[in-house]
């Protein structure tokens, strides 16, 4: 039914409370704001930020009204986690404590994943979203 025509992963929407906060959360982990826009609504304006790191793209969106409200109540958003590929977890978990961000694990977790395995590690994002750094071992 889709075949030939869905090509591969676009984006990733993330509703947040604070798109501003949130951009610079995921700017210092090293994406760049390549879109963003208002888009009117009752009550305000949606504000809507699109974000890539190396052909990763999220996109970032802050409702208005109660439907902000809603957001903020939730623990762990929409999504559970979203994914960084990174080259060198040790790296990774050095420099995530060095900037301040708390792990939510004791150190590096290994899983049997791939031919491998992989090792992550896990942070929470600004409006409690969890983005985990992922290295496939090879």
Request: charge should be negative; glycine fraction near 10%.
């Amino acid at each position: 039914m889709f075949a030939g025509n869905v090509q591969g992963f676009q984006h990733l929407g993330l509703p947040v409370t604070d798109i501003a906060r949130s951009r610079a959360f995921y700017e210092r982990l090293g994406f760049r704001t390549v879109f963003k826009t208002a888009l009117p609504a009752e009550g305000g304006a949606i504000q809507v930020a699109m974000l890539d790191l190396n052909g990763f793209v999220l996109e970032l969106y802050q409702l208005v009204g109660a439907d902000l409200a809603e957001i903020a109540t939730r623990c762990d958003g929409h999504v559970d986690h979203l994914a960084l590929d990174v080259a060198d977890i040790e790296q990774a978990w050095q420099a995530a404590r060095a900037a301040g961000l708390t792990p939510l694990e004791d150190a590096p977790v290994f899983l049997p994943f791939w031919d491998k395995g992989c090792k992550y590690f896990n942070v929470r994002g600004p409006d409690g979203e969890k983005v985990e750094f992922n290295q496939i071992l090879g």
